[in-house]
Nanobody, 119 residues
Framework: QVQLVESGGGLVQAGGSLTLSCAAS??????MGWFRQAPGKEREFVTA??????YYADSVKGRFTISRDNAKNTVYLQMNSLKIEDTAVYYC????????????????WGQGTQVTVSS
């Protein structure tokens, strides 16, 4: 059974840092990504990684870094210089296609972890 389990969310002050983790079980995936959904907004793409290739939304480029540990089947999201507008539920996603910002390219989703950035 495939599972994606996120961890690492929490409350942080603006300008601070936070690292999210997503541990996958049941199989390995070509592509793993992060999406987020802020209150009252649609879920949006944040970043994705295909082995060593990465892709970032413009809103997080230069501040967020995605990485993966294939031995642990885990993907990480290092978030620096956090802004209030980064507040959202962050979802891990996994799929077998290449780098994509589209939700339809991902077959499995985690339950989400809350990130709240305060002023």
């Amino acid at each position: 059974q495939v599972q994606l389990v996120e961890s690492g969310g929490g409350l942080v002050q603006a300008g601070g840092s936070l690292t999210l983790s997503c541990a996958a079980s049941g199989r390995t995936f070509t592509t793993m990504g992060w999406f987020r959904q802020a209150p009252g907004k649609e879920r949006e793409f944040v970043t994705a990684i295909v082995w060593s290739g990465t892709y970032y939304a413009d809103s997080v480029k230069g501040r967020f870094t995605i990485s993966r540990d294939n031995a642990k089947n885990t993907v990480y999201l290092q978030m620096n210089s956090l802004k209030i507008e980064d507040t959202a539920v962050y979802y891990c996603a996994a799929g077998q296609y290449g780098l994509s910002r589209h939700e339809g390219a991902y077959d499995y989703w985690g339950q989400g972890t809350q990130v709240t950035v305060s002023s």
